[in-house]
Structure formats: structure tokens, C-alpha cells
């Protein structure tokens, strides 16, 4: 059984850091990402990486502050979020695909074939 569970999210202030983790179960995927939901608005993509690491893609919005990483040797993935924002404030997703995706697919939710329950981020100011 495939199952992706995420962990380390929580409520903090403007400035400071998390740093999420994402442990996955059942299989291994091609690329491990984050997408998060802020309420009323859509899931949006945040951070993706590819299997060996070296592929990495960020949305505008956080680039220079997020890093996304992952440790094969125990299925994880991980996102580091640095000078957090109240406008980072969303539901953050884990998601995963089976196979590879060109650098537009990638982004986008419906490229990937699984996806956890969700950890809050609440960044107060």
C-alpha cells in the first residue's frame, strides 16, 4: 500500500523557519514535491525534485527561500522554509509520480499520481 505522510508543519511567526518532511511507504517515485492550499484559493505548486536530486523546480514565490531536498535510502522528502511569510500560510501536500515529467507537467497537480493528507503552516506576523 502506497502512502505518503507529512510532518513538521505548525504554527510560527513571520521570519522564522520549518522545515517539512514527507516519508513515503509502498514503492519509490520519480519526482517528490510540494504543493500547499490556502484557504478559498487553489492547490498551488511549491517545490519538486527529481529521483537523483539534481532536477529541482520552485515556484516564483518562494525561490530563494524554500529548499527542497530528498534522502533515497529512506524514501523522504523534505522542504525547508526559511523567512516565512504570512502569505505562505496553507495546507502544504506532499505528492508523488511514478514516472518522469518534462519541466511545464512537472507543476502541475495533476502530474502526480499520489498525495498525503496534508500538515498545517500557519506563519502569524
Known amino acids: 500500500q502506497v502512502q505518503l505522510v507529512e510532518s513538521g508543519g505548525g504554527l510560527v511567526q513571520a521570519g522564522t523557519s520549518l522545515r517539512l518532511s514527507c516519508v513515503a511507504s509502498?514503492?519509490?517515485?520519480?519526482?517528490m514535491g510540494w504543493f500547499r492550499q490556502a484557504p478559498g484559493k487553489e492547490r498551488e505548486f511549491v517545490a519538486t525534485?527529481?529521483?537523483?536530486?539534481?532536477?529541482?523546480y520552485y515556484a516564483d514565490s518562494v525561490k530563494g527561500r524554500f529548499t527542497i531536498s530528498r534522502d533515497n535510502a529512506k524514501n523522504t522528502v523534505y522542504l525547508q522554509m526559511n523567512s516565512l511569510k504570512p502569505e505562505d500560510t496553507a495546507v502544504y501536500y506532499c505528492?508523488?509520480?511514478?514516472?518522469?515529467?518534462?519541466?511545464?507537467?512537472?507543476?502541475?497537480?495533476?502530474?502526480?499520481?499520489?498525495w498525503g493528507q496534508g500538515t498545517q503552516v500557519t506563519v502569524s506576523s
Open positions: 505528492a508523488s509520480t511514478i514516472g518522469n515529467k518534462d519541466g511545464v507537467a512537472v507543476t502541475a497537480p495533476y502530474a502526480y499520481d499520489y
Open positions: 509502498g514503492r519509490t517515485f520519480y519526482f
Open positions: 525534485v527529481g529521483w537523483n536530486g539534481v532536477r529541482t
